[in-house]
């Protein structure tokens, strides 16, 4: 265990946790306190460790990913949907008569060729913000929804070229995991930096300390 | 306070741990049990429910973002980068001679032409992603970082004109809180979606159960 630390950086109260949590196998017998680690286990850490760090995802959360890493009856084709809806959140389907927030997403999602989607976890979420945003008196916010849905089109043609380059079902796996979870924050990241890359085009730094460097900021 | 329920749907108690919390400011005191509460409150009130609800926000974050709300001395240049750190993950500088993962990000950001970010918090936590999947040998997976910037800026000037276009600076502050925030969940969700949909462009839907469908989920 100790070479586990070694290698990866993780303390090794927090290795004990993660094996009592299930988020990592336990290492093979050679004793009654040793136990040998494999290449495997350190791969493992590193990618659990990754999602606890830039994922911000519970552990429980976690353990529901691992376990589609190892789960054999999780075939190729469903492994992109099985993984990304473990790290998508769950809001119910829209009850009752079909409302205008409901509208307005079904006629985006048309806009733009999106089929197939009714049962789709994350158009009820977005039933619900674009709801909350009206009831907010912020229907002037939905104004970008077409913007964002090429932006999101061209991110997903993006993702999709990464993982059917692979044949390693292994490896597709964890790009999947890794590249949902993680790079939703490359989005978000890259996000506010072209906001910030934005805002300095039109207005000008401020002298005060731009939006680019994190003055504002505590 | 009855009232407040009535036409928010948010319960008595929730109400009254907010304005604990000091999510939402006292009423104007009537008597000793009873309190007016203004358009203002209902407003505020549902503002906060939004943040909870869907932007996955803890209660002492939620309580800076109304600050800046509050906050006489945010300028109106300030606005968007103050409130845009709030919601921002703060990740260190990193430290030491430049590595290869710091190198990749401000190729990245040269690039695209997006300069003096140096400072900004997301620079970090970008650093940070890469550095995570160099380690976790998934650099093939650093091949979309150019799609996913070209998609940000998209994202990015659709957000700078709806700021943009604002004259009320109450207003201004709110969609920049509510952009940020709620914006990151609207993208991530629409993610999922146009991944769905490539997938079933590429592959065509699965019998099982196709991405989406929500079938593979649980």
Redesign the interface.
Known sequence: MADLTAETGVPVPTIKYYLREGLLPPGRALGRNQAEYSRAHV?RL??V??LV??G?LSIAVIR?LVRHLDDPDV?G??L???A???V???HEPPAGPKDRAEEIVDDL?AR????????????H??I??VR??S????E??L???D????????????????V??LLDRERAL??VV??TQ???????????????????R??G??P???????????
């Not at 733009?112 to 994350?122: C, E, F, I, N």
């Not at 300390?209 to 505590?218: I, L, R």
């Open positions: 791969r590193k990618l460790r990754a760090e830039y911000g529901d075939r084709g469903d992109l949907g099985a990304q809806l473990t998508t959140a769950q999602l733009h060729g999106w089929h197939d989607l009714d049962r789709h976890p994350s158009r979420t977005l619900g913000l909350s945003l009831e907010l008196g912020r002037d916010m104004d970008v929804l913007d964002y849905a090429v932006a999101a089109e061209r991110v997903a043609e993006a993702d999709l070229r990464v059917g380059e964890e790009i890794l590249g993680l790079g939703d924050t490359i989005i978000t990241s890259l996000r506010r930096l072209a906001q910030a890359h934005v805002a300095q039109l207005h730094p401020s005060s300390g731009p939006p680019g460097t994190g003055q504002a900021g505590h």
